[in-house]
């Protein structure tokens, strides 16, 4: 079985797919192939002439109070904090997810990307920022300068475009998206109710 999800630093939902989906996977055996992506490049290429605001969103106040309780709901259930809006948001995420796409070799994205999101919507600093960069790169012993001359590279900008065309063709619209066997899509975090029971009737077939 193969599980893959695409993420975005700057999404609170992502966050908490993040960490929800790393237990379930372990309970399973399985490892996780992340795919770092920018989600309001997915959002605009899939919804021509509507404009990207992931402060708001595109709901009705009473709809939009409730999706607050909802994500703060998840955020306790999991144990992680989220300020939400957080200052300066939405924030271009792309250098946070372009050095997530050069990091994943080492071994070190799960770290670094949950320093950035802690750092974003726990301590509410910038990840635009290199300097917000550079001290996440000292807190899970990567090489600062040389992640930030890595991702002003334009074969590491062309990498994280691809990433989001990948994501495009294969029918996603938002983070997190989820795929088991490369085509079985969920998408949210709600979502990862079905993840588990599909992954269960897996197992059950293997017994």
Same mark, same amino acid.
């Given at each position: 079985?193969?599980?893959?999800?695409?993420?975005?630093?700057?999404?609170?939902?992502?966050?908490?797919?993040?960490?929800?989906?790393?237990?379930?996977?372990?309970?399973?055996?399985?490892?996780?192939?992340?795919?770092?992506?920018?989600?309001?490049?997915?959002?605009?290429? *899939?919804?021509? $002439?509507?404009?990207?605001?992931?402060?708001? $969103?595109?709901?009705?106040?009473?709809?939009?109070?409730?999706?607050?309780?909802?994500?703060?709901?998840?955020?306790?259930?999991?144990?992680?904090?989220?300020?939400?809006?957080?200052?300066?948001?939405?924030? /271009?995420?792309?250098?946070?997810?372009?050095?997530?796409?050069?990091? &994943?070799?080492? $071994?070190?994205? *799960?770290?670094?990307?949950?320093?950035?999101?802690?750092?974003?919507?726990?301590?509410?600093?910038?990840?635009?920022?290199?300097?917000?960069?550079?001290?996440?790169?000292?807190?899970?012993?990567?090489?600062?300068?040389?992640?930030? &001359?890595?991702?002003?590279?334009?074969?590491?900008?062309?990498?994280?475009?691809?990433?989001?065309?990948?994501?495009?063709?294969?029918?996603?619209?938002? *983070?997190?998206?989820?795929?088991? /066997? $490369?085509?079985?899509?969920?998408?949210? *975090?709600?979502?990862?109710?079905?993840?588990?029971?599909?992954?269960?009737?897996?197992?059950?077939?293997?017994?």
């Amino acid at each position: 079985m193969k599980i893959e999800m695409f993420f975005d630093c700057s999404s609170p939902w992502s966050y908490l797919g993040f960490e929800r989906i790393q237990p379930l996977a372990a309970s399973f055996g399985l490892e996780i192939e992340w795919h770092p992506v920018l989600a309001g490049g997915i959002f605009n290429a *899939v919804n021509p $002439g509507i404009e990207w605001n992931k402060s708001k $969103g595109h709901m009705p106040p009473r709809k939009l109070d409730y999706h607050q309780k909802v994500m703060q709901d998840w955020a306790d259930i999991t144990g992680i904090k989220i300020i939400f809006p957080p200052t300066g948001h939405p924030v /271009n995420s792309a250098k946070a997810m372009r050095a997530c796409l050069v990091v &994943q070799p080492t $071994g070190l994205l *799960v770290p670094f990307a949950r320093a950035c999101y802690r750092a974003y919507f726990g301590e509410e600093k910038s990840l635009a920022e290199d300097t917000v960069l550079l001290d996440i790169c000292e807190q899970v012993g990567i090489d600062g300068p040389w992640l930030i &001359q890595r991702i002003a590279e334009p074969e590491t900008k062309a990498a994280l475009r691809a990433k989001v065309d990948e994501a495009i063709e294969r029918k996603a619209f938002g *983070v997190p998206t989820i795929y088991l /066997n $490369g085509s079985d899509m969920y998408f949210g *975090v709600d979502s990862l109710q079905l993840v588990e029971a599909r992954l269960q009737q897996w197992r059950n077939r293997q017994d």
